[in-house]
């Protein structure tokens, strides 16, 4: 005989136990995968093409175009707010949490800071030439990979590698990546996966902790600008099929495309904004 009476929850979860769900990556509910341009500017002249982009905590990023020793700083607009000049040419961008802007130099094996003075800029060196750089999704970690041979000799690789380094400049590891690929660009997503670009190959990798290869995305053109957004995306850009590529939060693609002109750098802001660098064009995008 039962009797209809109220629910004691602490009895309940003693007799039946506690159900957790855990969504792997989806720390922010999953926008409509349909992007619109929120604004467009034209990028440096002189210079072709976008390289590099940074985001900045204020809603500006840093833009660096053509693997140049020049940099300048626009709001979403596109209204030009600083330009620097440096004493090297630049190859990636990353900003720490304090807004420290390091930089990878264009065919060489440092980390910079920069320091409009040109004083005490070094921030890291390594063994292989080094190419692209990003922040740990945490803050805690600067990262970024390197090849053994110059830019004009990637067809000659025997040894590419990802560096990790506290933001302190201290080499913590370094992961050893398969042999023949070049890396270009890499990010770090929601669920410390590291997703690599290796340029004209046309391959993208997620890599997880260990160093082992989860996935393996092939571009129908190639494989160039890498970040990830605060929903567990990950966005690739393909210059050479002109398109914006989206992998799911376990580094599976999910069956969307963007297409633009030439996209090669690609960021995201902390608004939510993408930010990408097209061959003459900034274009910043945002989900519908």
Same mark, same amino acid.
């Given at each position: 005989?039962?009797?209809?009476?109220?629910?004691?929850?602490?009895?309940?979860?003693?007799?039946?136990?506690?159900?957790?769900?855990?969504?792997?990556?989806?720390?922010?509910?999953?926008?409509?995968?349909?992007?619109?341009?929120?604004?467009?500017?034209?990028?440096?002249?002189?210079?072709?093409? *976008?390289?590099?982009?940074?985001?900045?905590?204020?809603?500006?990023?840093?833009?660096?175009?053509?693997?140049?020793?020049?940099?300048?700083?626009?709001?979403?607009?596109?209204?030009?707010?600083?330009?620097?000049? *440096?004493?090297?040419?630049?190859?990636?961008?990353?900003?720490?949490? @304090?807004?420290?802007?390091?930089?990878?130099?264009?065919?060489?094996?440092?980390?910079?800071?920069?320091?409009?003075?040109?004083? @005490?800029?070094?921030?890291?060196?390594?063994?292989?030439?080094?190419?692209?750089?990003?922040?740990?999704?945490?803050?805690?970690?600067?990262?970024?990979?390197?090849?053994?041979?110059?830019?004009?000799?990637?067809?000659?690789?025997?040894?590419?590698?990802?560096?990790?380094?506290?933001?302190?400049?201290?080499?913590?590891?370094?992961?050893?990546?398969?042999?023949?690929?070049?890396?270009?660009?890499?990010?770090?997503?929601?669920?410390?996966?590291?997703?690599?670009?290796?340029?004209?190959?046309?391959?993208?990798?997620?890599?997880?902790?260990?160093?082992?290869?989860?996935?393996?995305?092939?571009?129908?053109?190639?494989?160039?600008?890498?970040?990830?957004?605060?929903?567990?995306?990950?966005?690739?850009?393909?210059?050479?099929?002109? *398109?914006?590529?989206?992998?799911?939060?376990?580094?599976?693609?999910?069956?969307?495309?963007? *297409?633009?002109?030439?996209?090669?750098?690609?960021?995201?802001?902390?608004?939510?904004?993408?930010?990408?660098?097209?061959?003459?064009?900034?274009?910043?995008?945002?989900?519908?």
């Amino acid at each position: 005989m039962f009797e209809k009476g109220p629910i004691d929850e602490a009895d309940v979860q003693r007799s039946l136990g506690e159900l957790k769900f855990h969504a792997e990556g989806l720390f922010v509910p999953l926008p409509a995968i349909e992007l619109q341009q929120f604004s467009a500017f034209n990028s440096d002249q002189h210079h072709p093409s *976008t390289t590099s982009i940074t985001p900045q905590s204020d809603g500006t990023a840093w833009v660096c175009n053509g693997y140049k020793n020049k940099i300048q700083r626009f709001n979403n607009r596109g209204v030009l707010v600083q330009e620097e000049t *440096t004493e090297y040419d630049i190859d990636d961008m990353t900003t720490l949490l @304090d807004g420290t802007v390091l930089l990878t130099e264009y065919n060489g094996s440092c980390i910079r800071r920069l320091n409009a003075k040109q004083t @005490d800029s070094f921030f890291a060196r390594t063994d292989l030439f080094l190419r692209g750089i990003c922040t740990s999704r945490d803050g805690t970690n600067v990262i970024t990979v390197g090849n053994d041979v110059p830019v004009n000799k990637l067809s000659q690789i025997r040894n590419a590698k990802i560096f990790i380094f506290s933001i302190t400049g201290h080499k913590l590891r370094e992961i050893r990546v398969e042999k023949g690929l070049s890396l270009f660009r890499v990010c770090h997503t929601v669920n410390g996966y590291f997703v690599v670009s290796t340029g004209v190959s046309g391959k993208y990798l997620v890599i997880d902790q260990d160093g082992h290869t989860k996935y393996t995305y092939t571009a129908s053109g190639s494989a160039d600008g890498v970040t990830c957004d605060v929903h567990g995306l990950t966005i690739l850009s393909d210059l050479k099929d002109d *398109t914006l590529h989206l992998l799911d939060s376990k580094g599976k693609p999910l069956p969307f495309t963007y *297409t633009l002109n030439k996209p090669n750098a690609v960021e995201v802001d902390n608004r939510g904004y993408i930010w990408v660098g097209e061959l003459t064009k900034v274009r910043i995008m945002k989900y519908v």
